[in-house]
Each structure stands twice: as structure tokens, then as C-alpha cells.
Antibody, heavy 121, light 113 residues
């Protein structure tokens, strides 16, 4: 059974860096899937952030590409998100997920429970 | 980017009745080389992450009850719940994965009348 769990600070100050980690259990992160991050501002729909393969190959939402970085640590079976220069607009629940790539895009079949991150001074 | 627009924004249906949710994309998500629609549906119950229901516009994910069905092609899609159950109360989202700029609809809130 694939399980994902997000961890990291729940409050980040404006202009600083949001850092989250996703621990994957029950499945090897090197087993041929992409691993992604999606966020959901309070009361709004999901917004895909980006996805990474265990080799480090990654791709991002064009609107966030300049500020987002997703990396993988295969030794710990986890992957991470960094979002730089945050503002209040980055306040959201952040989800990690296992992604299935089809062509250029992907769908997410397993999700973590989500981590609320508030940008607040 | 491809804009996904759902209708209605909210819907109230009696238990056992049919619920229909629509999703329209600003450009076609039908890939001509394989004749597949790059369209998925998710269910999000309160306080929970999204759950994948349907992909390729009409293929049910493993374990999803057969009262859920998806249809449509090109730019117009529909999610149908044939007989509404209490556990179906949720927000439903469509998502296109036609290109790397993945986008979701704004969501449709489904309640019991």
C-alpha cells in the first residue's frame, strides 16, 4: 500500500523559502513513477506545482517555474519541494502525490493528507 | 494554458437520483495520434485529499464504484453519478493532462437535497 506523508513548517515568513518533504512508504521511489506536488489555497481548486523522476528529471507549472524546485533523495525514499520568495498568495494546503505520466502531462493516483502552510509575518 | 470550466458550481440531488457535472476545456484535449482524451476526474471529500476517479475521460480507477461514469470528447465532458449515495457528498474536479501545464477546473460542490 503506497503511503505519502508531508512534513515541514506550517508557517513561513514573507520573502523566505517554503520547504516541505514527502516521505514515501510501501513503494520504492525509484520504481518508474514521477512524484509531484500540488497545492490548494483555502476554498479554491487545486494547482499543480511540478513533478520529479528519481533521476532528477523534473518539470514545473510555468507560472511557478522560476520559484519552485523539486528534488529527490532515493536513499531516504523521499522527495522535497522548495518554493522561494513566498508571499501571502502562497498560503495553501500542499499535497505530495505519486504521478503517472501520460505523454506530456500526468495524473495523481496516490496522495498525502496535505500540509497547511501559512505565509505570515 | 488550457482553462477548465465546470458547471454548475454547486448541485443538490436527492439520494438515489442521478447527478451530472460538466467540464469544458478552452481547447481540445483529444490527442489525435492515439484518439485519447487527456481528461481526469477527482473527488474531494471534506478535509481529505483529492481522489482519482476517472482518467482518459471514461476509464474508472480501480476500486471506484460503477455508479460513477465519465463521457465526452474534445472539449466537452461529463461526470455522471447514476444513483447518489451519502458518501458521494464532495467537491468534484476535472483536470486536463494534455500538456505539461496541468490545470484543474474550479470544482463542483455536490450536496444532498
Amino acid at each position: 500500500q503506497v503511503q505519502l506523508q508531508e512534513s515541514g513548517p506550517g508557517v513561513v515568513r514573507p520573502s523566505e523559502t517554503l520547504s516541505l518533504t514527502c516521505d514515501v512508504s510501501g513503494f520504492s521511489i525509484t520504481s518508474g513513477y514521477y512524484w509531484g506536488w500540488t497545492r490548494q489555497p483555502p476554498g479554491k481548486g487545486p494547482e499543480w506545482i511540478g513533478s520529479v523522476f528519481y533521476t532528477g528529471d523534473s518539470y514545473y507549472n510555468p507560472s511557478l517555474q522560476s520559484r519552485a524546485s523539486i528534488s529527490v533523495d532515493t536513499s531516504k525514499n523521499q522527495f522535497s519541494l522548495k518554493l522561494y520568495s513566498v508571499t501571502a498568495a502562497d498560503t495553501a494546503v500542499y499535497y505530495c502525490a505519486r504521478d503517472i505520466i501520460y505523454g506530456s502531462g500526468d495524473i495523481a493516483d496516490y496522495w498525502g493528507q496535505g500540509k497547511l502552510v501559512t505565509v505570515f509575518s | 494554458d488550457i482553462v477548465m470550466t465546470q458547471s454548475p458550481d454547486s448541485l443538490a440531488v436527492s439520494l438515489g437520483e442521478r447527478a451530472t457535472i460538466n467540464c469544458k476545456s478552452s481547447q481540445s484535449v483529444l490527442f489525435s495520434s492515439n484518439n485519447k482524451n487527456y481528461l481526469a476526474w477527482y473527488q474531494q471529500r471534506p478535509g481529505q485529499p483529492p481522489k482519482l476517479l476517472i482518467y482518459w475521460a471514461s476509464t474508472r480507477e480501480s476500486g471506484v464504484p460503477d455508479r460513477f461514469s465519465g463521457s465526452g470528447s474534445g472539449t466537452d465532458f461529463t461526470l455522471t453519478i447514476s444513483s447518489l449515495q451519502v458518501e458521494d457528498v464532495a467537491v468534484y474536479y476535472c483536470q486536463q493532462y494534455y500538456n505539461t501545464d496541468i490545470t484543474f477546473g474550479q470544482g463542483t460542490r455536490l450536496e444532498i437535497k
